[in-house]
């Protein structure tokens, strides 16, 4: 893929060639290797993370480098093909570090200069070595970040909250000095969250004299890029999930029976099906207003990204409740894959910044605070 950036004075919302051909590639791969079934019961044990599914997304079809540029070994992509990308693992609640990994921890990367850190960007884009940011997931772009101390080449202190860093081999850790270092995982203590997305687990991630590389002097600044990216790219991951739950639904309720007809005949539900997909059309047009905003590097990205994700959050959270209710007693079952969906949305729902923390984000931006 050698799509590049494209100054533009009005936003495209719509899906190009390109991106419908890698829709269904990326479509086809997961419903061969990511069967409901197989995430249930993969969240259930001690692996929760698909390492054959990573090896086949981001090493096969070199989908972990698409942010980064050709020089640097990766696709040369954009944030639009990586959107397309988090809508497909969303309709699958797949279990692999794609936002982690390849959006956030590459954009950090892409923040920093040197040589440590164009290796450990070649790294990330081949698919073979997996990073993680160590900024707690809940985190919104600009907010506080909790760091460590780094003393005589070595960081010291703990950090919670960490997705996937139980994946990770290589963590990108912010320091009190204002550094971004790069620690190896096998040289920390990485102990397991109650998460309630068991499909993006959490850790706390303990440094006691790690050894550290650092990647550049101006960590805020290249967590700030890479927790902006998150926050964009994560409406698409929530559109997916959205978009799924109503498909699913719609889907159920056509063939369930009640009083010798389908239930989804009866007009009451007719009605919430309807403001549901009006729902879920806007949320595409806002993640996808984000999604070329930041392969654009607009500079109305931060409205675009704030409006995506305050609208988003909440229509994700709403498909997968409608779907649970919807289905009635088989929705409340362990062996159904509906409580994935709203889990993963509950969740989703914290990520880079609640929906209200991105209100508050945008009041400012666009200069309209709350009253008082």
Known sequence: MTAQPTQSTQPDLLYSEEEDALRAAVR??????????GVIARAESDAPHDRELWKALGESMGLAGLLVPESSGGQGATHR????????????????????????????????EGDEAAKLLSALA???????????????????VKSVRHEEGALHGELTGIADASAADVLLVPAQDGGL????????????????DLTRPLATVAFDGAPARRLTSDAAQAVRRALRAGAGLLASEQLGLADWCLAETVRHLKDR????????????????????????????????NAADALSTASPDTDVAVAVAQ??????????????????GGIGMTWEHPVHLYLKRAKADSLVYGSAGAHREALAELVDLPAPL
């Open 28 to 37: 086809d791969l997961l419903t061969d290797h990511c069967d409901a079934a």
């Open 81 to 112: 093909e990586a959107a397309v990308v988090l809508e497909e693992l969303g309709r699958a609640v797949a279990p692999v570090p794609y936002l982690t990994s390849a959006v956030v921890a590459t954009e950090a990367l892409l923040a920093c």
């Open 126 to 144: 081949s698919g073979r070595t997996i990073g993680a940011l160590a900024v707690a997931l809940s985190t919104a772009p600009g907010a506080p």
């Open 181 to 196: 270092y790069a620690v190896d995982a096998a040289a920390v203590t990485i102990t397991p969250q109650v998460s309630l």
């Open 257 to 288: 029976k009640q009083f010798n007809r389908p239930v989804g005949g009866f007009q009451a539900l007719k009605h919430r099906l309807a403001h549901l997909w009006l729902e879920v059309v806007n949320a595409r047009a806002a993640a996808r």
């Open 310 to 327: 305050a609208y988003a959050a909440p229509v994700a959270v709403h498909a997968a409740e409608e779907a649970l209710q919807l289905h």
